[in-house]
């Protein structure tokens, strides 16, 4: 068993009969989506709110029932991944392209665990690139703006095409190399016009699983 999947199969076991609970997207939350679609084949009730179309996908292929987000007034527990998380639970988020339906979740749910390998706890945020979602419109002119602030923007591509999120929007991934003041640079960012939402989760995690060598 992997890293990634004792730390997702050990987040399950937070997870109660009855519960509402949020479907992260990304290769850690894969392995709690299916360690959860085990637990309702042996009986547990559940209903997802999932967040991104793979996930869906996937919550579909496991047998648990999914409701729209506007059909769950409040999500008891949310379990997803997270790109890098510091000694005081700030993360990044957003490296597999979903961060704006991921805070979205995350930010109406009562409680939410975060599921990683231990290599991602990190002592400051930064060295993960920081997905920035933005609008279509005028997208080259937000990107000249980020690097005169020397952000140094990259446009996230796929097969030569850009990026397209479940939102259709793009994403741009800032290679910042550190991120002294996650506050400051979250207020930045969010003035620019053409920012939908960036990839900083501050204030949001409860329980952080990380998984080592050793132990979770």
Known sequence: MNLKQQA?????????????VGLGTGSTAYYAIRKLGELVRQGMKIRGVCTSQQTRDLASECGIPVVNIEDAPS???????????????????????????????????????????RRKLVQQLGAFPLPVEIMPFGHRNLLRKMQERNWNPV??????????TDG????????????????????VIRHLPGVVEHGLFLDTVNRVVAAGPDKV
């Open 8 to 20: 997702g199969e050990r987040a399950v076991a937070f997870v109660e009969d009855g519960m509402v």
């Open 75 to 117: 999500i008891d527990l949310t379990i997803d991944g997270a790109d890098e998380v510091d000694p005081v639970g700030q993360g990044i988020k957003g490296g597999g392209g979903a961060l704006l339906f991921e805070k979205i979740v995350a930010s109406n749910s009562r409680q939410n665990i975060w599921v990683v390998e």
């Open 155 to 164: 446009l996230r591509m796929t097969d030569d095409e850009i990026f397209t």
């Open 168 to 187: 259709h929007h793009y994403i741009v991934d800032l290679h910042l190399g550190s991120i002294p003041d996650t506050r400051q640079l979250d207020s």
